[in-house]
């Protein structure tokens, strides 16, 4: 079984850049999916990227297509979501999440069982 630990959340500028890491043990992340999900105040959970595996292909939501990044390091077992041109909007909790996926490019789909604990972003001056 698979643990996810999320670091990299905290305060900053409108404009400014954060980068989330998704730490994971007690499991390879080779034949995982990691999704980055969101959940603002008061609003439902939203799925923002996934990652397949350790070669798979990378899906981002519109909210944050061409600003996040997705990417990998297999060695570490380590995903990470660099964050770009953060706005209000933007503030919420991320957590990461992963399902067992052996196909090329994930989705944001209700099959992700393990979570991280989240992480807060703030975006504010």
């Known amino acids: 079984q698979v643990q996810l630990v999320e670091s990299g959340g905290g305060l900053v500028q409108p404009g400014g850049s954060l980068r989330l890491s998704c730490n994971a043990s007690?499991?390879?992340?080779?034949?995982?999916?990691i999704g980055w999900f969101r959940q603002a105040p008061g609003k439902e959970r939203e799925g923002i990227a996934c990652?397949?595996?350790?070669?798979?292909?990378?899906y981002y939501a519109d909210s944050v297509k061409n600003r996040f990044t997705a990417s990998r390091d297999n060695a570490k077992d380590t995903r990470y979501l660099q964050m770009n041109s953060l706005n209000a909007e933007d503030h919420a909790i991320y957590y990461c999440?992963?399902?067992?996926?052996?196909?090329?490019?994930?989705?944001?789909?209700?099959?992700?069982?393990?979570w991280g604990q989240g992480t807060e972003v703030t975006v504010s001056s």
């Open positions: 999440a992963a399902e067992i996926f052996t196909g090329y490019v994930c989705s944001l789909g209700k099959g992700y069982d393990y």
């Open positions: 007690g499991s390879s992340l080779d034949h995982y999916a």
């Open positions: 990652i397949s595996g350790a070669d798979g292909g990378i």
